[in-house]
């Protein structure tokens, strides 16, 4: 069965508004989750490491004050997209290593995805 | 600058044909390589994952990787319709972080 789940699957807003993704981890901690974003036909972008207790780091280019992620427990990671606008319209997936992790991180789980939709 | 290119396809195979898959890698810190599997609308799923040099076999799958020509290749032997899918190649660093490639579009001819 899944272990990492994501609320909503789908969420349509209005341009403006602001919209709360959860991740979890169902039977295990992850004190690292990551946040992607894909848009039709491209590939995973790694937005920012969600890290427990503490800040999240971006990547390059992405707005840190747009994208708020709070990791506040070892199974909970939310991203907040704040002042969406059409062009954040994505599909934002969230995954998180089991276990030690590590390089050998075949234990790497994705959630299913998150739809948003900025009319 | 860590990179992942891929062929962005489409690849066309014949059913119960090998279908072969490459992908190349930028920096040379990249420990450890992982092939997904996405459908249209849904997360990728992990097929296999490699981080020494040759090959490794799981089932239909063999990944291939190539740490001096910085590569890595997915063969699928007897492919099935059901195989038709976009192949993620990815690589994996110390902190955990995955960088994936644009993905390969496959399409099984049945």
């Known amino acids: 069965g899944a272990v990492v789940s994501q609320h909503p699957s789908r969420v349509i807003c209005k341009s403006g508004t602001s919209v709360k993704i959860e991740c979890r981890s169902l039977?295990?901690?992850?004190?690292?989750m990551f946040w992607y974003r894909q848009f039709p036909k491209q590939s995973l972008m790694l937005m920012a490491t969600?890290?427990?207790?503490?800040?999240?780091?971006?990547e390059q280019g992405v707005e840190k004050d747009k994208f708020l992620i709070n990791h506040a427990s070892l199974t909970l990671s939310t991203l907040t997209v704040t002042s969406a606008h059409p062009e954040d319209s994505s599909f934002y997936i969230c995954s998180a290593p089991r276990g030690a992790g590590g390089i050998f991180t075949d234990t790497q789980y994705f959630g299913p995805g998150t739809r948003l939709t900025v009319l | 600058q860590k990179e992942v290119e891929q062929n962005s396809g489409p690849l066309s195979v014949p059913e119960g044909a090998i279908a072969s898959l490459n992908c190349t890698y930028s920096?040379?810190?990249?420990?450890?390589f992982f092939w997904y599997r996405q459908y249209s609308g849904k997360s990728p799923e992990l097929i296999m994952f490699?981080?020494?040099?040759g090959d490794k076999e799981d089932g239909r799958f063999t990944a291939q990787l190539n740490k001096a020509s910085q590569y890595v290749s997915l063969l699928i032997r007897d492919s099935q319709p059901s195989d038709s899918a976009t192949y993620l190649c990815?690589?994996?660093?110390?902190?955990?972080?995955?960088?994936f490639g644009k993905g390969t579009r496959l399409h099984i001819l049945p």
């Open positions: 969600s890290n427990e207790g503490s800040k999240a780091t971006y």
């Open positions: 039977d295990f901690q992850a004190t690292t």
């Open positions: 490699i981080y020494s040099n």
């Open positions: 990815a690589a994996g660093f110390r902190d955990d972080k995955i960088i």
């Open positions: 920096d040379r810190g990249s420990q450890s």
